[in-house]
């Protein structure tokens, strides 16, 4: 868990190209203006309490840069800003759980 949660600080240096101490998760600003996807597979048979608490910590996290974008928004109308869709997320999100549901029968 650790290993995974906390990496060590040389896993930030941008000056090192050969990733010998792993590859962060960019932020989620930057995931969504260069639309990406970011899922969490976690078994929540594994650990519910973890499972959940990850999930509740990663949309909160995916939250903030969705609002922490409007910001630029306004600042900067001429700029082309990717459009973010939650009626898409959330269905995604229900189209895998209902792929999820049919492949556990």
Same mark, same amino acid.
């Given at each position: 868990?650790?290993?995974?949660f906390? $990496?060590?600080?040389?896993?930030? @240096?941008?000056?090192?190209? @050969?990733?010998?101490?792993?590859k962060p *998760?960019?932020?989620?600003?930057?995931?969504?203006?260069?639309g990406?996807?970011?899922?969490?597979?976690? $078994?929540?048979?594994?650990?519910?309490? *973890?499972?959940?608490?990850?999930?509740?910590?990663?949309? *909160? @996290?995916f939250?903030?840069?969705?609002?922490?974008?409007i $910001?630029?928004?306004?600042?900067? $109308?001429?700029?082309?800003?990717?459009?973010?869709s939650?009626?898409?997320?959330?269905s995604?999100?229900?189209?895998g759980?209902?792929?999820?549901t049919?492949?556990?029968?």
């Amino acid at each position: 868990m650790k290993r995974t949660f906390c $990496p060590p600080a040389e896993c930030y @240096d941008h000056r090192e190209r @050969d990733y010998k101490f792993g590859k962060p *998760l960019p932020s989620f600003s930057w995931l969504i203006e260069n639309g990406k996807l970011c899922a969490l597979n976690f $078994p929540v048979a594994m650990n519910a309490g *973890l499972a959940k608490a990850l999930g509740v910590m990663m949309k *909160l @996290d995916f939250e903030r840069a969705v609002l922490n974008r409007i $910001p630029q928004i306004e600042a900067y $109308p001429e700029r082309h800003f990717r459009k973010y869709s939650s009626s898409a997320m959330s269905s995604s999100i229900s189209h895998g759980r209902r792929e999820r549901t049919a492949w556990g029968r």
